[in-house]
Structures are given as C-alpha cells and as structure tokens.
C-alpha cells in the first residue's frame, strides 16, 4: 500500500465551481498534514497545514479524520488561477511523505 | 526576505560525468531536504539535514549518491558517474524544524545525455 494516496485527476471543472480532492495516508502515527501546490514545472509551495478541527483559508478548507486516515482539501469558487497539482503530505518525525498530487484544471 | 537558492537552474552533462547541485536554505532554518522528481511523478525523498546531527540518508538511491551541508547552511548534492535514469528536477527544501512546513527552492533541471 502507497504511505500517500491521492486520486491522480484530472479534474476538469469550470470557473466558480467547488471541487473537493481527498487523499488517504497509511501510517497512523503521522503527526502532521499538509497541502502543497506544485504549478507546471514549477517547485512545489506550501497551501496550508492541515489540522485536526479543520481550517480554512479564504476558498480553500481542509480537513483532517485521523481515525480514517483521511485529508481532504476543498476549494470553493475555483479561478482559473487555480489550475495547478495539489500535493497531499504527511509528516512522521523527520520525514515528509508527499503525494504524487491531484492535477486541477479550471477552464473559463 | 530570501528564500531557499539553487543552483545551477539546470544542468546537461554526458553520462558518466560527475556533478554538484548546490543548495542554500532560507537564513535560520536548521532543516534542510533533498528532493527530486521525475517528469510527471511525485517527490522521492533523497536525504535530510538537521542542525548538526547525522542525516537521514535513507532515501538516497545508490552510493553514485552524497551530500554534505557545510556549517549548517549550504549544502552540496553529488552524483557520481551520472547515468541516464538520473535526469530529473532536483529540489531543495528547508524548514525551521522537524515537522514543519518545507520551503522549496526552484530546484536543478538535470539532464543527463
């Protein structure tokens, strides 16, 4: 089983749609969670951290069940700026896990 | 202020060749990571640097791989005699600890022919 899963996409929405990407971690002990953006050929930048009560962000809002093992990342009335892969990362200790991502595209 | 520098930008070179990617972290940060990431695929974890502690090489691929992080703050990946399979983006991160958040740099495009 992969430590990092995510559904590859990609997901083709229109501008001002809600899109939801969701991913699942295989080590329980995790301790952190984040949510990266990587744009093409571009290096990866931090999104927002990811905690336990869940957070957002202007559009974006994550979400976090430790019990499933599960972070979820929303984005509501998407731009096209948007378009970009989401990477989904975990942290055990010293060691952050990363996704392969979720390509979003957002067309006018 | 600056952040995580890399150089160089890209890199071609023949196989069998040695080279040196540099990395220079954001001033304070005591973690430093090694990166890369092969066109379409996700980040693979190479090494990590902790203040003065050994690092965690276990990501390195083969021992064609080192790096070594020089005071605490620069640090210098090696590739010995490049092979082909090598070609990928190499990316540098730190961050103010274990655990949180990785600041990238724009990485070394390396190409191997």
């Known amino acids: 089983r992969k430590e990092v899963e995510q559904d590859p996409g990609p997901f083709n929405v229109p501008e001002g749609a809600t899109v939801a990407f969701n991913c699942t971690y295989s080590?329980?002990?995790?301790?952190?969670f984040f949510w990266y953006r990587q744009d093409c050929r571009k290096e990866p930048k931090l999104l927002m951290s990811?905690?336990?009560s869940g957070n957002e962000d202007g559009r974006f809002t994550a979400q976090l069940n430790r019990a499933s093992q599960y972070i979820s990342l929303l984005i509501r009335d998407s731009k096209l700026s948007d378009s970009a892969t989401y990477l989904c990362v975990v942290n055990f200790y010293s060691t952050l896990t990363f996704g392969k991502g979720t390509m979003l595209l957002v067309s006018p | 202020g600056a952040g995580v520098s890399q150089s160089p930008s890209n890199k071609v070179t023949e196989k069998g060749k040695d080279v040196e990617l540099r990395c220079d972290p954001i001033s304070g940060h005591t973690a430093l990571y090694w990166y890369r990431q092969s066109l379409g695929q996700g980040l693979e974890f190479l090494i990590y640097f902790q203040g003065n502690s050994a690092p965690d090489k276990s990501g390195l691929p083969s021992d064609r791989f080192s790096a070594e992080r020089t005071g605490g703050s620069v640090s210098t990946l090696t590739i010995q005699r490049t092979q082909q399979e090598d070609s990928a983006v190499y990316l540098c991160a730190s961050s103010t600890g274990q655990g949180q958040p990785q600041h990238f740099g724009d990485g070394t495009r390396l190409s191997i022919l």
């Open positions: 080590n329980s002990a995790s301790q952190s």
């Open positions: 990811v905690y336990s």
